[in-house]
Every structure is written in C-alpha cells, then in structure tokens.
C-alpha cells in the first residue's frame, strides 16, 4: 500500500501562482508513474500531468508552458508548480501514484485525498 498526502492548495488571483506538493509513505519502492489529476465541479477528473522514475514528464495541452512536474525520489515526493494561473484551472487536484508509467486514470493505484486550488478572475 502507499499512502499520499497533498498541499499547497489554496485561493489565487488569476496570474497568480502555486506550488503543490505531494509526499508518498509506505510500499513506495515499486512506485513508478507519480501524477497529478484534477477535478472541477460537474466533470471528470483529468490528467494534467505525470512523472516517471526517470524524469519523463507528460503534459495535458492546456497546460503545457504553465505547469511543471518535478519530483525527488530520495524524499518520495512529487511537485506541482502552476504558474499563469486561470480561473478554468480552479478544481480539486489530486496526487497518483502508480506502479507503471501511464496517462490515463486506469494507469494509477493510489490516489490522495484532494486539494483545493481556486483562481478567482
């Protein structure tokens, strides 16, 4: 089991930006594809970014150039950082982990509990 605990949501003007954190405990040795979903009111959650244990990285289009995903390993912990914020960003963003490297729902295991990002216009 691996357990993930997210911060650094919180509210930003538009422009703005935040830096979300991710720390994994537990059986996080076999822990490959670690990524970070998003939840807005009324859709689906969706991928908007994931890391493997190498470093390759994959972005959804509408954030590409804004966010980056970085991730230490030594300390089993991943990033988001989100600059240029929108309000269509606003959602709750969720930490994954998962034992092979994926972009889709199905590819992750194990899911944090949420936080909270709003960017007011």
């Known amino acids: 089991q691996v357990q993930l605990v997210e911060s650094g949501g919180g509210l930003v003007q538009a422009g703005g930006s935040l830096r979300l954190s991710c720390v994994a405990s537990?059986?996080?040795?076999?822990?490959?594809?670690m990524g970070w979903f998003r939840q807005a009111p009324g859709k689906e959650r969706e991928l908007v970014a994931s890391i493997g244990t190498d470093g390759y990285t994959f972005y959804v289009h509408p954030v590409k150039g804004r966010f980056t995903i970085s991730r230490d390993n030594a300390k089993n912990t991943v990033y988001l950082q989100m600059n240029s914020l929108k309000p269509e960003d606003t959602a709750v963003y969720y930490c994954?982990?998962?034992?092979?490297?994926?972009?889709?729902?199905?590819?992750?295991?194990?899911w944090g509990q949420g936080t909270q990002v709003t960017v007011s216009s």
């Open positions: 994954a982990a998962g034992y092979l490297w994926g972009t889709s729902r199905e590819a992750f295991d194990y």
């Open positions: 537990g059986d996080t040795s076999r822990v490959d594809a």
